[in-house]
């Protein structure tokens, strides 16, 4: 990779990989049928963010500082999807506890409390990982993918900079 195509190239990534993160974990729910939790949710947020903001860079001059400080924003937007994928997919491997809300299984008293409890629990636990891959879970898999993409990212604006 040269040096004139690093920006470029450092734009499409910041593009492609949350739109084919996004789209994949669209097409796990709508296709698949697994429904996600709300962390599974929390880690979409990031993504469409950076895809905003990708597309921003695209529309700007190529050369502009604004397209260089939009695509890194698209990257950290990208990192901070992976940061929570790191956190989901600990949840889900028992490595520490989740969010009360998400995780916790319902509690014993009267009928009444369970039933309660029951309408306010969410539909999918965050703390169960509905599909994994070679041990790794859709979250594990974000944070793979999504932090390496960043990284990546990172690497490219680093080099265009050097222009």
């Known amino acids: 990779m040269?040096?004139?195509s690093a920006l470029p190239?450092?734009?499409l990534i910041a593009l492609a990989a949350p739109a084919l993160l996004l789209g994949g974990a669209l097409a796990s729910q709508y296709i698949?049928?697994?429904y996600p939790c709300e962390m599974c949710l929390w880690q979409r947020w990031p993504h469409a963010a950076a895809i905003l903001l990708a597309l921003g860079a695209f529309a700007t001059r190529p050369r502009a500082g604004t397209s260089r400080l939009l695509t890194a924003l698209a990257a950290l937007g990208i990192a901070v999807s992976g940061a929570i994928g790191v956190?989901?997919?600990?949840v889900e491997y028992g490595w520490w506890e989740g969010i009360t809300a998400c995780s916790v299984p319902i509690a014993g008293g009267s009928a009444q409390d369970m039933l309660d409890a029951i309408m306010a629990a969410p539909l999918t636990r965050c703390d169960?990982?509905?599909w994994s891959l070679f041990g790794i879970s859709l979250a594990g898999f974000n944070a793979l993918f999504?932090?390496?993409a960043a990284a990546l990212i990172a690497?490219?604006?680093l080099r265009a900079r050097k222009d």
Request: hydrophobic share 50%.
């Open 2 to 4: 040269n040096r004139s």
């Open 9 to 11: 190239l450092a734009r």
């Open 32 to 34: 698949g049928g697994l």
């Open 87 to 90: 956190f989901h997919a600990g």
């Open 128 to 130: 169960v990982a509905p």
């Open 146 to 148: 999504s932090l390496a």
């Open 155 to 157: 690497a490219c604006l």
